[in-house]
């Protein structure tokens, strides 16, 4: 893997390098479909955005809110080499109604079926919530389409060690079946499993 012989200092300015690009509501609105790409989907307020801000080490990259279902578009970030991160609007969806859910569900299915560029998914879970029905729903397709698919729990320094461990491995436990899904431990305020992630994602990005 290529990503091994960059060094923690290597990865981080390349995912320094992000910078937002443009927001799409439809799949015909996305960019170019010709560069490689990583896509972040999630739970409402599983601490997505948090994510991304974390392994671009800038704080503003993606919105942040404490209001479930703020991210409503598909937002592109423009790494170096023409590559790309993609926030997917959180499922989950509080406070708006079930029309404009159907709506948004529908294009984040379409853009994960469709989308050509896609490489990976990162699947964000509360760590002290992890494997609810979406989160299911959502590595039951990546299964189907072989897509890797690689689950960051989230918010692990809300846990005890003992019960993050637990939680690490009860998640193990549940994909084992699954040659195409990895998972670990993650936290944007201490920065546990930072060095892991970025390898991650830029090992697919090659």
Known sequence: MKTQSLTDTDLQKYFESANFE?????????PNDKSLEVAFAGRSNAG??????????????????????????????????????VDLPGYGYAKVSLKKKL???EHLMTYLEQRQALQ???LVMDARHPLQPFDLSMLEWAEKYQLL?????????????????????QTKSACND???VSVQLFSSVNGEGLSTARNTIKSWLN
């Open 48 to 85: 997505k955005s948090s994510a991304i801000n974390c392994l671009c080490n800038k704080r503003k990259l993606a919105r942040v809110s404490k209001t479930p279902g703020r991210t409503q578009l598909i937002n592109f970030f423009s790494l170096k080499d023409k590559q790309r991160l």
């Open 149 to 169: 698919c690689h689950i960051l729990l989230t918010k692990s320094d809300k846990l005890k060690r003992g019960a993050a461990k637990q939680t690490l491995m």
């Open 103 to 105: 709506i948004w569900q």
């Open 120 to 122: 990976g998914l990162i």
């Open 178 to 180: 699954s040659s195409t």
């Open 22 to 30: 443009t927001s799409a509501t439809t799949l015909k609105q996305c």
